[in-house]
């Protein structure tokens, strides 16, 4: 009964509208790198401020993902999605105004306020709503972010240079935030309230190790994808390719997460033990890693598409694993929220981390060995999700 309920015509227009939100989870910072130079051009900003523009949302991301769930309680899921599109929507209108690297700055920020609110609830209305197929579920709301990436990143130089404004190639995602507020308020009663969480004072898993040990898993994993978001293109530059050329590869991963993100949890849906496809995953990334350090121009499109493969499963899996911990959707959501907040903050480091070596080492192969040894460390993390024990470690 509950796969007939789930393929009804309001879930199916639940699941459009989850697409839509997830969709514009990204673009306000996918949109930034492509359009740099031309930002620059007009606003003195260095490459190292330039970093900020990623590094401070996904940090303010990590921080705000810890009030998301009781803005939640507060004023219910679908109010709180309602104020987050809003949010996003003007961080991402303003940028047609903005004069100053501060107020560039600030709009970013703002931006991922916005995004982490609804990062922090949407994991839980997905395991109330689809509670037999949270994987598959996952997977398409996951891909669905990463495909606002991709869209932002490959879209914004064409509005660049249509409208000669790199103010309006930032700010025209605003009307993708106007269009997910649409869908979204017109399907508000196919929104499920969610269960409450078990009476007393509001949990807390800053306590709990497993929940630190997921929250560290799901950073590291999250900073191979930022860390590639950001540097992938300048290795390549580096190398000799022109920057169109490097965009494209860069385009190129990006749609091979998209088709990971997909196929990846529908194939784990399968069996409730993750640990395999957890592991063949971090084994992807780390055979790209080691094909950029190795052969970077042979074979230049394999390294890519093996990293897109890999970052593209892990993502939504880490999540994914997450929830399995938990039965009730409002404490699963509690924790994912714990999840993303320390991971996001673990992740808007690495970057930085990154650019830190190029400077000190004259080289960004220094970076990926070191993401590649991390990736090993997670093999041996992943041993350690039993799904037999999970009760066992949050009760």
């Not at 395999?276 to 052969?295: E, N, Q, T």
Request: aromatic letters at 10%; one cysteine or more; proline letters at 5%.
């Amino acid at each position: 009964m509950e796969n007939v309920r789930a393929t009804t015509r309001p879930a199916l227009w639940l699941i459009a509208s989850i697409i839509l939100v997830a969709l514009n989870l990204r673009p306000s910072m996918a949109a930034v790198g492509p359009l740099l130079s031309a930002i620059r051009g007009d606003i003195p900003l260095s490459f190292s401020t330039a970093s900020l523009l990623t590094m401070l949302p996904v940090m303010a991301m990590g921080l705000a993902m810890f009030l998301g769930m009781r803005v939640a309680q507060r004023f219910g899921e679908h109010r709180t999605i309602v104020l987050s599109l809003v949010i996003i929507g003007v961080a991402t209108v303003s940028r047609l105004y903005l004069d100053s690297t501060l107020e560039l700055i600030l709009s970013a920020v703002l931006a991922g306020v916005g995004i982490a609110l609804i990062q922090a609830v949407m994991p839980a209305l997905i395991k109330s709503r689809f509670s037999d197929n949270v994987s598959l579920f996952m997977g398409l709301y996951v891909t669905s972010i990463m495909g606002g990436a991709a869209i932002a990143a490959s879209f914004s130089p064409f509005v660049l240079a249509q409208t000669g404004s790199w103010r309006m190639g930032l700010a025209i995602w605003a009307l993708l935030a106007l269009l997910a507020l649409g869908f979204w308020f017109a399907q508000r009663s196919a929104i499920p309230q969610l269960p409450a969480a078990p009476k007393g004072r509001q949990e807390s898993f800053a306590g709990n190790s497993r929940a630190w040990l997921l929250a560290i898993f799901f950073g590291l994993g999250t900073a191979s994808y930022t860390c590639v978001l950001a540097w992938l293109a300048p290795y390549y530059v580096e190398k000799g390719w022109s920057e169109q050329n490097a965009g494209l590869l860069l385009g190129f991963l990006t749609a091979m997460e998209v088709i990971s993100g997909l196929v990846t949890p529908a194939i784990a849906n399968r069996s409730q033990d993750k640990r395999l496809v957890l592991a063949v995953l971090l084994m992807l990334i780390m055979a790209g890693f080691c094909g950029l350090i190795l052969s970077p121009e042979r074979f230049s499109l394999l390294w890519p598409c093996l990293l897109g493969l890999g970052i593209g499963g892990l993502f939504p899996m880490s999540l994914i694993v997450s929830l399995d911990h938990l039965d009730n959707p409002r404490r699963a959501g509690g924790l994912t929220a714990f999840v993303q907040g320390i991971g996001y903050l673990i992740a808007g480091l690495s970057p930085l981390i990154a650019g830190m070596i190029r400077d000190q080492l004259g080289s960004f192969e220094w970076a990926w060995w070191s993401l590649t040894a991390v990736m090993a460390v997670m093999i041996v993390m992943v041993l350690r999700f039993n799904p037999k024990r999970y009760a066992q470690h949050i009760q």
